[in-house]
């Protein structure tokens, strides 16, 4: 097996989750093989595996002839547990009417083309036009978030939840997110991330899902990443997922 990582042009991992990645696949026993901006992924396999930042990982897949996932962002058997009011829209709508900030908005179909935001104000606003396009977006009420954590998921079990923001004393609701995973689980990729946090008032909602073969690692520990990512890989592929061999 072989797993692609992302290397700098001065010959190291290009960033923390490349080198974290490199460790796990290492210690699986697979071959790395580094590719630069310079020097992307060609002529490789399709259950080869693609590491990288997210621009890199897609034109991976492209290379390897695979197709890019469609965003997750908020799939409808977790509305239940958003608890918060969501609706499509498109960013000039949103501008538009200031009536109806503040509002927190993000693509729908492509959530590197800006950062989820919260709409209070015009300036909140730079960045997220373009001039080619009316972008579609999410709408949703605004959620102060206490704290916030990313659980990995691989093959429906949770390998870990990282906090990434807020208050390290706060802690959500095992309960919830189990809840939570049950009905998300008929649909769900092999690998994905839940987000889910904290409110002040002690409530555990669900933030967001996002998809496994591109996510930064937040802290998982190496083994566990590469198996992450060699689970979502497989599946996309439709090959054999040789990370529990």
Same mark, same amino acid.
């Given at each position: 097996?072989?797993?692609?990582?992302?290397?700098?042009? !001065?010959?190291?991992?290009?960033?923390?989750?490349?080198?974290?990645?490199?460790?796990?696949?290492? !210690?699986?026993? %697979? &071959?790395?093989?580094?590719?630069?901006?310079?020097?992307?992924? /060609?002529?490789?396999?399709?259950?080869?595996?693609?590491?990288?930042?997210?621009?890199?990982?897609?034109?991976?897949?492209?290379?390897?002839?695979?197709?890019?996932?469609?965003?997750?962002?908020?799939?409808?058997? *977790?509305?239940?547990?958003?608890?918060? /009011?969501?609706?499509?829209?498109?960013?000039?709508?949103?501008?538009?009417?200031? &009536?109806?900030?503040?509002?927190?908005?993000?693509?729908?179909?492509?959530?590197?083309?800006?950062?989820?935001?919260?709409? /209070?104000?015009?300036?909140?606003?730079?960045?997220?036009?373009?001039?080619?396009?009316?972008?579609?977006?999410?709408?949703? &009420?605004?959620?102060?978030? %206490?704290?916030? %954590?990313?659980?990995?998921?691989?093959?429906?079990?949770?390998?870990?939840?990282?906090?990434?923001?807020?208050?390290?004393?706060?802690?959500?609701?095992?309960?919830?997110?189990?809840?939570?995973?049950?009905?998300?689980?008929?649909?769900?990729?092999?690998?994905?991330? *839940?987000?889910?946090?904290?409110?002040?008032?002690?409530?555990?909602?669900?933030?967001?899902?996002?998809?496994?073969?591109?996510?930064?690692?937040?802290?998982?520990?190496?083994?566990?990443?590469?198996?992450? *990512?060699?689970?979502? %890989?497989?599946? *996309?592929?439709?090959?054999?997922?040789?990370?529990?061999?």
């Amino acid at each position: 097996m072989r797993a692609h990582i992302h290397f700098d042009i !001065q010959g190291w991992p290009q960033s923390v989750n490349n080198y974290l990645a490199l460790d796990g696949f290492q !210690q699986m026993g %697979w &071959e790395i093989v580094p590719y630069t901006d310079a020097t992307p992924v /060609r002529d490789a396999a399709p259950d080869e595996i693609v590491v990288g930042h997210i621009a890199a990982v897609r034109a991976g897949l492209r290379a390897l002839g695979l197709a890019v996932p469609a965003e997750l962002g908020y799939p409808e058997a *977790l509305h239940p547990y958003l608890r918060r /009011r969501l609706w499509p829209s498109t960013i000039n709508t949103v501008a538009a009417h200031p &009536e109806s900030w503040p509002v927190f908005v993000k693509p729908i179909h492509d959530a590197k083309k800006f950062t989820g935001v919260l709409v /209070r104000r015009v300036g909140d606003l730079v960045g997220c036009g373009d001039q080619h396009q009316d972008t579609p977006v999410w709408c949703a &009420e605004p959620v102060q978030f %206490w704290a916030e %954590w990313r659980c990995f998921v691989r093959y429906g079990r949770i390998l870990d939840a990282r906090p990434y923001k807020g208050d390290w004393r706060a802690h959500f609701d095992p309960a919830v997110v189990e809840a939570a995973l049950a009905a998300y689980a008929p649909e769900a990729p092999a690998a994905f991330a *839940l987000d889910v946090g904290v409110t002040a008032a002690g409530a555990t909602l669900v933030v967001e899902v996002n998809d496994g073969y591109a996510l930064g690692a937040y802290g998982l520990m190496p083994l566990a990443y590469a198996k992450f *990512l060699s689970a979502r %890989w497989a599946q *996309l592929s439709g090959t054999q997922d040789y990370a529990d061999f």
